[in-house]
């Protein structure tokens, strides 16, 4: 049986470094031939995904990077909350 990613008509690989990342939307883009442009989030290269796509057309890209080299998270609720929790308990002792 085929793979899935050989289903896939990829218009081009692009390296992550030649993509712009934004980070108020934690996703990274590319412009698209169309005039729109590839899009894919944070947390979909960190899950392993590497395919950015075009929401105005069916062009489809593959993101060549390292895991390793992405950029951190931000920290999420819980994690504030226990950073904080800490330091009110010493204030309240």
Known sequence: MA?????????DEVEI???TYDD????YHYPCPCG?????????LQDAA???VCPSCSLMIRVIFEV???????PGPDA?????????????A
């Open 68 to 74: 390793d080299n992405l950029p951190e998270p931000p």
């Open 50 to 52: 590497d395919i950015a």
């Open 36 to 44: 729109d442009r590839f899009e894919i989030a944070l947390a979909d």
């Open 17 to 19: 470094e030649d993509m």
């Open 3 to 11: 793979d899935d990613d050989d289903q896939l008509a990829i218009y």
């Open 80 to 92: 504030a909350a226990a950073t904080k929790a800490p330091v009110a308990a010493a204030a309240a």
């Open 24 to 27: 108020a939307r934690q996703l």
